[in-house]
């Protein structure tokens, strides 16, 4: 069964950090862009951040650059997000997600947001207190 498994979420006070970790089973991932992205009750995904296949190429949202840091162990099949500075509107349920296409070319990191990503994770909660 092809699956990926977020864990890592939690509660944390305001100013706090946390490290989500999104395991992939079923098969290899690592020719696949993997994306993090969050959902708030009653509205749409958000997309978080985003790392090509080889790790080489990121991108992040402006409500998380220099905060979150995306990284990727392609021999664990896993893939992290480092979330530093947390504040109370990063609550929210976390997902990763995986690129529906192998080895895509990634010239420019901002195409990482629009995937498309074909497989998501069943999401870990993350509150932060204020």
């Known amino acids: 069964q092809v699956q990926l498994v977020e864990s890592g979420g939690g509660l944390v006070q305001a100013g706090g950090s946390l490290e989500l970790s999104c395991a992939a089973s079923?098969?290899?991932?690592?020719?696949?862009?993997m994306g993090w992205f969050r959902q708030v009750p009653g509205k749409e995904h958000e997309f978080v951040t985003a790392i090509n296949w080889s790790g080489g190429v990121t991108w992040y949202a402006d409500s998380v650059k220099g905060r979150f840091t995306i990284s990727r162990d392609n021999a664990k099949n896993t893939v992290y997000l480092q979330m530093n500075s947390l504040k109370p509107e990063d609550t929210a349920v976390y997902y990763c997600?995986?690129?529906?296409?192998?080895?895509?070319?990634?010239?420019?990191?901002?195409?990482?947001?629009?995937?498309?990503?074909?497989?998501w994770g069943q999401g870990t909660l993350v509150i932060v207190s204020s």
């Open positions: 079923g098969r290899t991932f690592s020719t696949y862009a």
């Open positions: 997600a995986a690129d529906t296409v192998p080895f895509r070319r990634t010239t420019q990191g901002q195409s990482l947001a629009g995937g498309p990503y074909g497989l």
